[in-house]
């Protein structure tokens, strides 16, 4: 009697806490479907995201969750690339894309949007921090960061 008991509370314990688990993931999921468009750039030079390399031209920037946006550009060129919130004391009146610049490679380094003082930061890949070092080493090289207009998106 009391196995039989316990294990009808253990399932029904399993199944609740199923059903709590899908029902906090189904949003998520959704959300992760349809990414919101939060703008457009066109990027002159070719560059490093924390994952990849991707070439120079127009892209379209896609948050698809909290921490995780999607580069479209032409043909085959996406990257996704993980982010944190980085705050900046003055909120920026025009949208831009922030590039650490070690010679002739750039990183993807932040993205702000116009009217919001809290932007998404990008964490420094290894190679990125390989090239600070050489820089560190030789200081002849032409350093420092390239900020690119945004181009807002008509959300639909």
């Known amino acids: 009697m009391k196995n039989t008991r316990l294990a009808s509370i253990l399932s029904s314990s399993l199944i609740a806490g199923a059903l709590t688990i899908s029902s906090l993931a189904l949003p998520q999921f959704s959300s992760a479907q349809t990414p919101t468009p939060l703008a457009e750039v066109n990027i002159p030079f070719d560059f490093q995201t924390p994952n990849q390399s991707l070439p120079a031209g127009h892209y379209r920037v896609d948050v698809e969750s909290n921490h995780l946006i999607l580069l479209r550009g032409a043909g085959s060129a996406k990257g996704f690339v993980m982010t944190n919130d980085v705050i900046n004391k003055r909120t920026p009146v025009r949208g831009t894309m922030v590039f650490d610049r070690f ?50 998106v008509a959300q639909h």
């Open 103 to 152: 010679g002739d490679k750039y990183y993807l380094r932040q993205i702000w949007t116009a009217g919001n003082s809290t932007g998404i930061e990008c964490p420094k890949s290894r190679a990125e921090k390989q090239s600070i070092k050489a820089m560190q080493a030789s200081l002849n090289q032409d350093l420092g960061p390239v900020e690119l207009a945004l181009n807002t």
